[in-house]
């Protein structure tokens, strides 16, 4: 099982550059970008590695078997011919999920049915038993891709999203999705090397997933399982070989993360979570109101936040961007403030002209990540375009 086999990683739209990049830098090989899903290869190891690191992929897959159906006879025979009871064992739970784009099939869950169907039956004509469906918390994902002709089963080595960092244990309103802020953090050019500051901080996720980029700590080191741990190849002395090794690539942080919010529900949950995840001697947050503030650290501050825009809170819009702009204008000399917003309109109200917008989507919504650059000593107040 040392050999290299070929894998997929699920993104976000526009997060296809990060990742491809995350999994170069990890040494994956034959990485190629495509919509939403960069493919790559490399050996079991890798496998676990990527699950472990990776802050921008969603879901990993390992493609089982590729071919052309025409039929539903088709789809069963393929899927029947795959030798499921040396992947899985019997008394492991499993659900089906399909993706399709076909003019032949026109239903996915009927797809998964017929799949479904295909594999307990091979099951009894091996071993006589058939293992059990769990279709909201199985052992054992296994996902089908039809694109009209085109069909590919693999196994996802995830199970639940990799967004599902294991950290967070209290939410606020509409968290933002970790992958998501991880997403962000990296386009913004965050690395670690100076002070970080998320001025409406919520329940804290860009705080701690800035933390651990910064510390280089694994994405999902704190999930408690992957679904690759069912399978009956799974190697337990090599994945603990790989959580070792990617904890020994850790580094120290030499600067300050800070964290505001004015409600003190916020902040509460803010630091369960910095608990949780094992960041608390990098990470202060105070009950602030952030247009009462100014900056407190010297040197270069980079600050990532996810304002409110009207889907979550009820604010009068057009006052809460100006005062969002002034705010960075007279307090946050040598500044590089990146906010996520899906009001596009609000953005007008800001009075700084951005020097980057870089489309995104929020869960359904398109947003816009925008920088707003801050000049420091005679230019404070004012900023800088592209």
Partial sequence: MNSNFKMLAKTLYGFEPILA??????GAGHVKEGVRNVTFEGDTGFLYKANLNLRTALRILRPLATFKVFNE?????QVHQIDWPSIFDIDKTFAIDTTMHSEIFKNSMFVSLKAKDALVDRFRK???KRPNVNSHDPDLRINIHLQENNCTVSLDSSGHSLHQRGYRIATNIAPINEVLAAGLLLMSGWDG???FLDPMCGSGTFMIEAAMIACNIPANVNRESFAFQHWLDFDE????KIIAASLNRTREFHYKILGYDKAPSAVRKAQENIESANLSEYIAVERKDFFTTEKTVEGKLHMVFNPPYGER??????KFYKKLGDTLKQGYANTDAWLVTANLEALKHVGLRPSRKIKVFNGQLESRLVRYEMYEGSKKGKFKSS
């Avoid at 809170?313 to 057009?318: G, P, Q, R, S």
Wanted: glycine content about 0%.
């Fill in 126 to 128: 091996e071993v006589r």
């Fill in 193 to 195: 090397r100076t002070h």
């Fill in 313 to 318: 809170l009820n604010i009068e819009m057009e």
């Fill in 73 to 77: 006879k088709q789809l069963y025979r």
């Fill in 21 to 26: 990049k995350e999994l170069r830098n990890l």
């Fill in 237 to 240: 002395t090599l994945y603990h």
